[in-house]
Structures are given as C-alpha cells and as structure tokens.
C-alpha cells in the first residue's frame, strides 16, 4: 500500500477511492465538457451545453418514447448464426458473443409493442454499439417480425435506425436483407397502416439504402449524419469539395430528403401526433 493510500484511509473525513462512483461524469463526445451523469440523463442523453445528441440503445429509447407499462417487447425470431464460418482477425462468433456481453441484447434490432401518448406502435430500435448497428440476416428477421406484428396489431411500425450498414461478416446474406425489408415495407401498406422512420446518429450504408429511406413520414433527431456512402469517398469520386453540413440531418431537410428535424425532447409528442394523423385518415 502506498504512503498516500495509508493517509487517506488513516483520515476518516477523507472519501476513499471505493467510494466515487466511476460513472459520475459523462464528457461529451462533440464539445468535450465534463456532464454530471445524472444530468446527462435527465437531460435524455443530449448535451445541455451543445445540444449534442448522444447515441442511446433499445432500452433507453423504449422508456423515453413508450407510455409507463405499455412496453412488451417482441421476441426476435431464431436465425442461423455465422452462415459463412467467416472469420477476419476474429471468429464471427466470437464478435457477436462480445456484443452480446457488452449490450446485453442479442443482436442489433429490438421490436417492442406499446403505446405512445395513448396512440398504439410497434416500434424498431436498432443499437450502434452491437457492431455498429449493422444489418445482417437477424436483423432483417428482427424487421420482417416487426412489420408482422404492426400489422396483426393494426398500427404503425416505427423504425428508430442507427447503423454503419450491411454486416460484412454475412456477406451477400447482409445484402438480401435490402429487398426482403423492402417487400415488408410493401405489406405494411397493403394492410393500409404508417410506416414511420426516425433516423438518428449515424444511419449509413445499405440501411439508408433500403428501409431508412422508404418512411411514409421522415423524420430525424439534429445533427444525425444519414449518407450512403462516406464523404471522403463521394469528394474522390466526384473530384470536388462537399458542401458545409453536407448529410447531416438538417442539410437533407434544406433539400427536401426528409420531413422534420425534431429534438429528443419533442420526439415523443412529434410521434404520437405523426401517428394520431396518419391512422385518423386511414380511419375516415
């Protein structure tokens, strides 16, 4: 034991180390400032200094959008894991076991039915820190169930995405996922019900590419970055520097590619009316 750990535990008025909490303070991955963490999620995971958005994981957005008690989650179907035996640095398997550690779901889309203000949804959260959010074949069992259940409950399915885009370790299995949430997506209007996209931080690759960008109503927090392919490889491409805020949320509302940007604070209320209008119309 070191001379200033006998100090400290010889003067009682002296907090020991065991007695701070590590996760008291939270810095904030855009401005750098040191939040209290129980200010940080009171404040739902948005920074009071910059109004940065951090990003949030099923359980986290299933208490901040769903009325108290709604909440069931919906079981995610049974799909084959590691269907290629690939393997880069580490065995496939041995990746999804440590997401599964460290997130605590089994993979990187959660369903759950509930409702919100009173208007019932089923509601698709997919979650950046399982490997990136990324699409592989249980995710797209996860959105066809979903879409099954919105449309055996009769209400819209909302799709909260977050993602770097098809699961490189499925291979050509990541990319089928495209079309199959696509002909979903078509079900969903053919039982005459919403299908709602929320895009949040970041929403890329084949996700963008298929279902992110299918909603009947758009919609994204501030700031989220939503692009198909990065903007260092579009400037090589097309030999030309990018435009100031280039596929970033607002840039995309400016152009027409989405319908509102809204604040996590307001999401809840911006969804319940969203949905109050589009199922009041289907109704009349």
């Known amino acids: 034991m070191s001379w200033l750990n006998r100090v400290r535990n010889a003067i009682p008025f002296i907090a020991k180390k065991a007695d701070t ?13 040191m939040i209290f963490q129980k200010e940080w999620d009171e404040n739902l995971s948005v920074c009071p200094r910059c109004d940065h958005h951090g990003r949030i994981g099923p359980k986290t957005r299933f208490g901040q959008i769903f009325d ?18 690939f393997r880069d640095s580490k065995r496939y398997t041995d990746r999804i076991k440590a997401a599964r550690t460290q997130t605590g779901e089994q993979d990187a889309l959660i369903n759950a039915f509930g409702r919100i203000e009173g208007q019932p949804a089923v509601v698709g959260v997919q979650d950046f820190a399982f490997m990136g959010g990324s699409m592989g074949t249980a995710v797209g069992a996860a ?37 199959r949430a696509t002909v979903a997506v078509q079900q969903l209007r053919a039982a005459g019900l919403p299908y709602i996209v929320v895009l949040t931080d970041p929403t890329t690759g084949g996700v963008t590419a298929s279902y992110a960008m299918l909603g009947d109503i758009q919609i994204a927090e ?63």
């Open 21 to 33: 909490p590590d996760n008291l303070w939270h810095k904030c991955s855009s401005c750098g400032q």
């Open 68 to 85: 108290d008690g709604s909440l069931r989650v919906i079981a995610a179907p049974a799909v084959k894991e590691d269907p290629l035996k």
């Open 143 to 179: 959105f066809v169930a979903g879409v099954q259940e919105a449309i055996a409950q009769g209400c819209p399915y909302v799709i909260f995405t977050a993602a770097g885009g098809a699961r490189m370790q499925e291979g050509i299995l990541s990319l089928m996922q495209m079309p």
């Open 222 to 284: 501030p700031n989220a970055l939503i692009a198909f392919a990065g903007a260092r490889v579009i400037e090589n491409t097309i030999r030309e520097k990018l435009p100031e805020g280039f596929q970033r949320a607002e840039y995309l509302l400016e152009h027409g590619m989405i319908d509102m940007v809204v604040h996590r604070k307001e999401l809840r209320a911006a969804l319940a009316k969203t949905i109050g209008y589009l199922t009041t119309a289907r109704a009349a």
